[in-house]
């Protein structure tokens, strides 16, 4: 089955600065990739996803790329804000199946 | 705004003992999920719902645990008895897509926090 690594498990940078959370699938026929933010006491939510058929795709400061060859994908966030803060979970979908990472806390100091 | 209800949002109980949590979907949202999210991972799927049929329960421990989704709408998943290990936040979703051709936009609620002494 499908297996999803991602890293870094922490993650804190600067208000302002760019973040960048990379994951790597081993099904080579998982096409589709979203990706999830977890606030404190909350259940994921869906900020942004891609599909196998497009290599880049970017909302407002969130962008999400994929190397469907080498089988990885980022999640990249500029001008990062305190309400930024929270866990990030990539995941991957093969056979109608979606697999989680194993998620980024991602802490903005000001 | 739409959600998806969850209840009890907290629960602690004794091993060995019985709980059961309810789930209720965004109206018209036919795929039900419940995942199991130890603490410091991501979610992992137990049994996923089309309407009132079980689509996945290949992760379910059935020896312990059952869930059902009688009329094609709200749902309990149930433990007994329940093991240490159990502890976790048990999140119910629900989609539109219904699997096909992808699993689509997942709506979360809040969870269920399980602890077991």
């Known amino acids: 089955g499908e297996n999803v690594e991602q890293h870094p498990s922490t993650l804190s940078v600067q208000e302002g600065d760019s973040a960048v959370i990379k994951c790597t699938y081993s099904d080579s026929a998982s096409n589709y990739f979203p990706w999830y933010k977890q606030e404190l006491g909350k259940g994921p939510q869906l900020i942004i996803d891609?599909?196998?058929?497009?290599g880049e795709k970017k909302d407002q400061r969130i962008a999400v790329t994929l190397n469907k060859t080498a089988k990885h994908f980022s999640l990249h966030i500029t001008e990062t804000q305190p309400e930024d803060s929270a866990v990030y979970f990539c995941a991957a979908e093969g056979a109608q199946k979606l697999v989680f990472g194993q998620g980024t806390r991602l802490t903005i100091n000001p | 705004e739409a959600e998806v209800a969850q209840s009890p949002r907290y629960k602690i109980t004794e091993k060995s003992q019985a709980v059961a949590f309810w789930c209720d979907p965004i109206?018209?949202?036919?795929?039900l999920y419940w995942y199991r999210q130890i603490l410091g991972q991501g979610p992992e799927l137990l049994v996923q719902?089309?309407?009132?049929?079980?689509?996945?329960d290949s992760q379910l421990p059935k020896d312990r645990f059952s869930a059902e989704r009688l009329k094609g709408v709200d749902s309990t998943l149930k433990i007994q008895p329940a093991e240490l290990g159990d502890s976790a936040m048990y999140l119910c979703a629900s989609s539109l897509a219904g699997g096909f051709p992808n699993t689509g936009e997942l709506f979360f609620g809040e969870g269920s926090r399980l602890t077991v002494l």
């Open positions: 109206s018209g949202h036919a795929t």
């Open positions: 891609i599909r196998s058929n497009v």
């Open positions: 719902f089309q309407d009132e049929s079980v689509v996945d």
